[in-house]
T-cell receptor, first 113, second 114 residues
Framework: AQSVTQPDIHITVSEGASLELRCNYS??????LFWYVQSPGQGLQLLLK??????LVQGIKGFEAEFKRSQSSFNLRKPSVHWSDAAEYFC???????????FGGGTRLMVKP | DAGVTQSPTHLIKTRGQQVTLRCSPI?????VSWYQQVLGQGPQFIFQ???????GRGNFPDRFSARQFPNYSSELNVNALLLGDSALYLC?????????????FGSGTRLTVV
C-alpha cells in the first residue's frame, strides 16, 4: 500500500529565509506526486504536481519541488519565505487507478518576522 | 469561473443524527471525490464518483454513502453520527476519473457532532 511521510510536524523560519519541507513516499511504480497548501479553516490549494519528465517542478507562489527516485523523496522548497506562506503543507501521492490521493500528516509552517 | 463549491460551510449535529453534505464541481469536471480531515491530520479518502458511478471507496463504515447526480454534483451522507465523525469534509473535482489533470478542492464543510 502506498504511504506518505512528512517527518517535520512543525517548522519555524524567519521571513526572507529559505525553506525546505520534506516528503518521503512509498509506492511501487512511478508516482504521481502533489504538494498542497491549506490556510486555517480553508480547503487545499494545489502548489505543484509531478507526473513525469523533469525532476524539478515549478509551482505557484515561488515554490518548487524536486523528485528524487533513489531517495523516494519529493521535497518542497522556496528560496525566500514571506509571512503569508504561514500555513499547513501536505504532500500526497496518487494511486495506480488514479482515483485516490494518499496524504502525509502535514507540516505546519510558522514564519517569524 | 466558480471553483468547487460546498455547502453548508459549517453545521452542528447531535450523535445519532444523519447529515447530508453537498458539492458542486468545477464546470466541465465529471469526477467528484470526498475526503475527511480530522483536526491535526491529513485528509483521508472516502469516495470517488465518475460519470455517476462509484469508482473508489476508502476504509470507512457503511454509515457513509454518496451519490452523484446527472449534473455531476454530489452528496455525501453520514448516518448514525458519532463524535468521531467531527471533521472537515472536503470535496475535490477532476476533469477525468484518473486524476491525470490533478484534483481541485473546495473549502470544505466543518461538521461538529455533539
Amino acid at each position: 500500500a502506498q504511504s506518505v511521510t512528512q517527518p517535520d510536524i512543525h517548522i519555524t523560519v524567519s521571513e526572507g529565509a529559505s525553506l525546505e519541507l520534506r516528503c518521503n513516499y512509498s509506492y511501487g511504480a512511478t508516482p504521481y506526486l502533489f504538494w498542497y497548501v491549506q490556510s486555517p479553516g480553508q480547503g487545499l490549494q494545489l502548489l505543484l504536481k509531478y507526473f513525469s519528465g523533469d525532476t524539478l517542478v515549478q509551482g505557484i507562489k515561488g515554490f518548487e519541488a524536486e523528485f528524487k527516485r533513489s531517495q523516494s523523496s519529493f521535497n518542497l522548497r522556496k528560496p525566500s519565505v514571506h509571512w503569508s506562506d504561514a500555513a499547513e503543507y501536505f504532500c500526497a501521492v496518487l494511486n495506480n487507478a488514479g482515483n485516490m490521493l494518499t496524504f502525509g500528516g502535514g507540516t505546519r509552517l510558522m514564519v517569524k518576522p | 469561473d466558480a471553483g468547487v463549491t460546498q455547502s453548508p460551510t459549517h453545521l452542528i449535529k447531535t450523535r445519532g443524527q444523519q447529515v447530508t453534505l453537498r458539492c458542486s464541481p468545477i464546470s466541465g469536471h465529471k469526477s467528484v471525490s470526498w475526503y475527511q480531515q480530522v483536526l491535526g491530520q491529513g485528509p483521508q479518502f472516502i469516495f470517488q464518483y465518475y460519470e455517476k458511478e462509484e469508482r473508489g471507496r476508502g476504509n470507512f463504515p457503511d454509515r457513509f454513502s454518496a451519490r452523484q447526480f446527472p449534473n455531476y454534483s454530489s452528496e455525501l451522507n453520514v448516518n448514525a453520527l458519532l463524535l468521531g465523525d467531527s471533521a472537515l469534509y472536503l470535496c475535490a473535482s477532476s476533469l477525468t476519473g484518473t486524476g491525470s489533470y490533478g484534483y481541485t478542492f473546495g473549502s470544505g464543510t466543518r461538521l461538529t457532532v455533539v
